[in-house]
């Protein structure tokens, strides 16, 4: 996914697809939005939905909508359609989403609330170019950025820069359970969801233990393949092991 919402100027859309060599780029433009993706051509249009992931709650959705046969990118725009932003707090699952609606000329993107599926950007006076990997968005950017001192430093020294920052100067990703509103006024960027602290259950043992398994195995039923293999990496803690013994 690489993609601009222009304030001034032009923002080529071929210079979007060429960012995305060599896979071969379908191009979108509509209104101040130009936009380049890779794989199949959009199925849902207005709204125009594109989804970079993996939805884990699908069926739940298709059931509350009545849309058995839709694929992922048309529920997620039906949803839209029918919820508005409101939509985010019910997904479940690793992905990047752009959701654009031609008619009002808005839309948002957003990022999974543990910000597994990485969402990159850069905000300039000319507009806001996005992309899912920073190979992509640097290509589509006018000149290569400095990297960023900083996020270097720590990079060397200890771990990763505590933040949204990246190892480039003025590139950043879009934060964990983040949505970034696109619209004729610009952009505005707010949190539709964060982690809560909740007080621990006051239950005994043998009920503390049947409410794990419960959440243990919705969360494990939600990544499997009905259709498909699944694989689990074993690491040897208790974690990976719990997983393996639900599969």
Not at 61 to 88: K, N
Request: aromatic fraction near 4%; glycine fraction near 10%; proline fraction near 7%.
């Amino acid at each position: 996914l690489d993609g601009a919402l222009r304030r001034k100027g032009a923002v080529e859309v071929s210079r979007l697809a060429d960012a995305l060599a060599p896979q071969e780029a379908n191009t979108l433009e509509s209104g101040p939005l130009r936009l380049a993706y890779s794989g199949p051509p959009a199925r849902s249009l207005r709204p125009l939905c594109l989804l970079d992931g993996v939805l884990d709650n699908a069926d739940e959705l298709r059931a509350e909508l009545g849309l058995a046969e839709a694929d992922d990118e048309e529920l997620l725009a039906a949803g839209y359609r029918r919820f508005g932003e409101a939509l985010l707090a019910r997904l479940r699952g690793d992905f990047a989403l752009l959701l654009w609606d031609p008619e009002r000329g808005e839309g948002l993107l957003a990022r999974d609330q543990l910000g597994v599926q990485p969402l990159y950007l850069h905000e300039s006076g000319r507009g806001i170019l996005f992309a899912g990997e920073t190979r992509h968005l640097i290509a589509a950017m006018p000149r290569r950025p400095e990297p960023d001192r900083a996020s270097l430093a720590h990079w060397i020294a200890t771990s990763s820069r505590p933040g949204m920052q990246t190892l480039w100067a003025g590139v950043r990703r879009l934060h964990p359970g983040g949505m970034l509103r696109l619209g004729p006024d610009g952009v505005g960027e707010h949190l539709y969801w964060e982690p809560r602290f909740e007080e621990p259950l006051e239950l005994p043992s043998e009920q503390l233990a049947a409410e794990m398994r419960t959440g243990l195995e919705r969360s494990v039923r939600r990544r499997l393949d009905p259709g498909g293999a699944t694989g689990v990496l074993m690491s040897g803690e208790l974690d990976s092991s719990a997983v393996a013994a639900l599969c």
